[in-house]
């Protein structure tokens, strides 16, 4: 659904893996931002691939690298329940609920600054100023009450 909505005409403006990769965005991000300095870094990621890559935030926070991690919050692998059901899985795909997760408490432990999303206008104007940080920032984006 992203890449239907991000206007990606620049070459180098939308990075990601072909087929996916768990683990794989919140490094990627870092190692854009730090090869390219001055260029504004969003990574939009799911709260389940997050976790697979949370430590790559004590790099960001070390390196001071200025990446805006946009974690969208669903409380879980929700890909991997797509899959499973489109697959024919009988009834809900076991072991893909993650419960409540609070990132922006994750965040605190490696370093990184965060805030929780308070509504899609404070959302759109935490993105607008991604290229005015010095360092990483995570949004806790709640998808679910």
């Known amino acids: 659904m992203l890449r239907r909505l991000v206007r990606i005409d620049s070459p180098g403006s939308y990075t990601h ?3 996916g990769g768990l683990g794989w965005g919140i490094g990627a991000a ?3 931002a730090l090869a390219e300095p001055g260029r504004p870094v ?3 990621l799911g709260d389940g691939c997050a976790l697979f890559g949370l430590q790559g935030l004590w790099s960001a926070a ?3 690298a200025p990446v805006l991690f946009v974690v969208m919050n669903n409380g879980a692998y929700r890909t991997l329940q797509d899959t ?3 697959m024919g899985g009988p009834g809900p795909c076991p072991g893909t609920e993650l419960g409540p997760l609070d990132f922006t408490r994750a965040a605190a432990f490696f370093g990184v600054d965060a805030v929780r999303a308070e509504s899609a206008r404070h959302l759109r104007e ?3 100023g991604a290229g005015k940080s010095k360092g990483p920032l995570l949004v806790d984006v709640p998808l679910r009450q």
């Open 30 to 32: 870092v190692g854009r």
């Open 17 to 19: 893996t072909v087929g």
């Open 42 to 44: 969003v990574a939009v």
């Open 84 to 86: 499973y059901e489109a």
């Open 62 to 64: 070390r390196q001071s």
């Open 126 to 128: 935490l993105v607008a």
